[in-house]
């Protein structure tokens, strides 16, 4: 008996990859699988069958090559990706299968050889542009010298923050794409990816005079739909003004997707107190405000660094919940009520006159 049947009883799955001696390989490469499921640990009866199927076809063929059936060679990454890549009578599920499991047991057995993913730096999604902002690169757009200029810069601003559209998405936008539609403006994209955009209410006009501007020409300029850089120029004639820094059509998609979560009433895209309403939401209470949700009001308030207590709290949201007094008792059982203090009215209606 192995330690490993000791650990586990005879009638556990150590127990049963003790006893596995199958006829489709050899006694050497059912060594090496007993040997090697037992290193990895305790498993059920079925994850230790596949184990061991896994490990003694890679030992049956392994040794067959003349390779040493130790899990330091047998369970190496190369050779797993050799074995089940190029092993003869097997389809394509038992390969993936294979694999899958061989990969299990390379990492309970020679964690060495088969080291965790090192974390690899992320870049943090960028800052939506307020709506501030965005009436701001709009003026800028109108204050350009020519129409072309103007309908061009307007349309990048509307697509980019009215439709989230970037790079090649909003380079191969025509005016021909832009179109009403149940009361709304929806933009066809086309490309790899095509769809249909609902646009918006904040930007239909602005793209609606772009579009109409260009025809069936492209909305932000040229001809070439496949062209690079397209907007750098249009970028670098909106970039001015206080407090304007260059556009960015990222920062543009991320306006995008945070008036369309607040337009959905998502509590992470709400307006810190005192910020503008976001864009497309002009007419909608802002979503932090005390009549909305406590939840979201706390979220900003945590958010700039503030505590509010109990005294600061506006209870116009909700009311209080009256209580039974103590000395009452139960409804059965309770005596009259406690004299009052003072006089008081005793029709609701004669404490608000008409």
Not at 64 to 75: I, M, R, S, Y
Not at 197 to 219: K, M
Not at 316 to 331: I, S
Request: aromatic residues 4%; glycine residues 10%.
């Amino acid at each position: 008996m192995t330690a490993g049947e000791t650990a586990a009883g005879p009638g556990g799955d150590a127990g049963y990859a003790g006893r596995w001696q199958p006829v489709s390989v050899t006694s050497q490469a059912a060594a090496f699988a007993r040997d090697t499921v037992a290193a990895a640990g305790p498993h059920g009866q079925d994850r230790a069958k596949n184990l061991l199927w896994a490990a003694g076809r890679l030992a049956d063929w392994a040794t067959g090559l003349g390779l040493e059936p130790v899990p330091e060679v047998l369970l190496h990454p190369s050779v797993i990706e050799r074995f089940t890549a190029h092993a003869p009578g097997l389809t394509g599920v038992s390969r993936r299968t294979l694999r899958s499991s061989l990969r299990f047991l390379a990492r309970q057995v020679v964690p060495q050889l088969h080291p965790p993913d090192a974390p690899l730096p992320r870049e943090r999604a960028k800052a939506p542009y307020t709506a501030a902002e965005i009436s701001g690169y709009l003026a800028l757009a109108g204050a350009q010298p020519t129409a072309a200029r103007r309908m061009r810069a307007a349309g990048l601003v509307a697509l980019g923050a009215g439709a989230g559209l970037i790079r090649a998405d909003l380079r191969q936008v025509r005016g021909t794409d832009i179109c009403r539609r149940s009361g709304g403006v929806i933009a066809d994209v086309r490309g790899s990816r095509p769809r249909a955009v609902p646009v918006l209410a904040r930007y239909h006009p602005v793209l609606l005079a772009s579009a109409a501007f260009a025809g069936t020409g492209l909305v932000t300029g040229g001809t070439d739909p496949a062209r690079k850089n397209v907007t750098t120029p249009l970028t670098r004639s909106l970039a001015g003004g206080t407090g304007l820094p260059r556009l960015d059509t990222s920062r543009l998609r991320a306006t995008w997707l945070a008036d369309c979560a607040e337009l959905l009433g998502l509590p992470a895209s709400c307006t810190p107190p005192g910020s503008p309403a976001p864009s497309g939401s002009a007419t909608s209470p802002p979503a932090c405000s005390p009549a909305a949700k406590p939840t979201r009001w706390h979220y900003w308030a945590a958010a700039a660094g503030e505590q509010p207590g109990r005294a600061q709290h506006d209870r116009g949201h909700h009311r209080r919940l009256r209580r039974r007094r103590g000395d009452r008792g139960a409804a059965a059982h309770r005596s009259a009520a406690p004299p009052a203090d003072h006089p008081h009215l005793t029709d609701r209606h004669d404490a608000h006159p008409r």
